[in-house]
């Protein structure tokens, strides 16, 4: 099982860059890597995803190290509106199946 | 441009009771899934379906029965509905699973089970 470990929470000041690191070490060779994130009351949404190296879009970038037994999400200066919780997935869970384990995320408060 | 949409988004029943959470999407995706989220505990599927008549059970399947007549519609039953199970439900759809695809997610059901 590609079981994932992230920090708690995190605090961090508007302007900042952020890095939320999540570990992952017996990930499978098919898998991918997946980023969400969700404000409170609200579902999670999707915000980057990566299966080696450096992916970058509009609001993240998420670089993969070659041994891919870890990841990290970078939010380049925060704002107030990037509190949320982080989940970092690696999956899907099995072969076969779209089962995916967002476990209980990386809490960020961005403070001003 | 409704998306996916989820109903009652607030619900309260009693211990014993039946209750259907239902969840509507307009995109035609295959893949639709529900969650649950509790303190503490993040979200946990409760059950996915890949496509109409097709379901597979998740991490949390207990107490829950899950149906697809239609490809946009994926509703949650709690056939005897007990206090484990306030929480509150997500419902989410992806396109196709091919290729590793994002999931979308409805606004949410907060149910509590008296």
């Known amino acids: 099982l590609a079981k994932t470990t992230q920090p708690i929470s995190m605090d961090s000041y508007e302007g900042q860059e952020v890095n939320i690191t999540c570990s992952h070490n017996?990930?499978?060779?098919?898998?991918?890597i997946t980023w969400y994130q969700q404000f409170p009351s609200q579902g999670p949404r999707f915000i980057i995803q990566g299966y080696k190296t450096k992916v970058t879009n509009e609001v993240a970038s998420l670089f993969i190290p070659a041994d891919r037994k870890s990841s990290t999400l970078s939010l380049p200066r925060v704002s107030l509106s990037d509190t949320a919780v982080y989940y970092c997935l690696v999956g899907p869970e099995a072969s076969g199946t779209y089962k995916y384990i967002f476990g209980t995320g990386t809490r960020l408060k961005v403070l001003a | 441009d409704a998306g996916i949409t989820q109903s009652p988004r607030y619900k309260i029943t009693e211990t014993g009771r039946q209750v259907t959470l239902m969840c509507h999407q307009t995109?035609?995706?295959?893949?639709m899934f529900w969650y649950r989220q509790d303190l503490g505990h993040g979200l946990r599927l409760i059950y996915y379906s890949a496509a109409a008549d097709i379901t597979d059970k998740g991490e949390v399947p207990d107490g829950y029965v899950v149906s697809r007549s239609k490809t946009e519609n994926f509703p949650l039953t709690l056939e005897s509905a007990t206090r484990s199970q306030t929480s509150v439900y997500f419902c989410a759809s992806s396109e196709s699973m091919g290729k590793i695809e994002t999931q979308y997610f409805g606004p949410g059901t907060r149910l509590l089970v008296l």
């Open positions: 995109w035609s995706h295959s893949y």
């Open positions: 017996n990930i499978a060779t098919n898998d991918y």
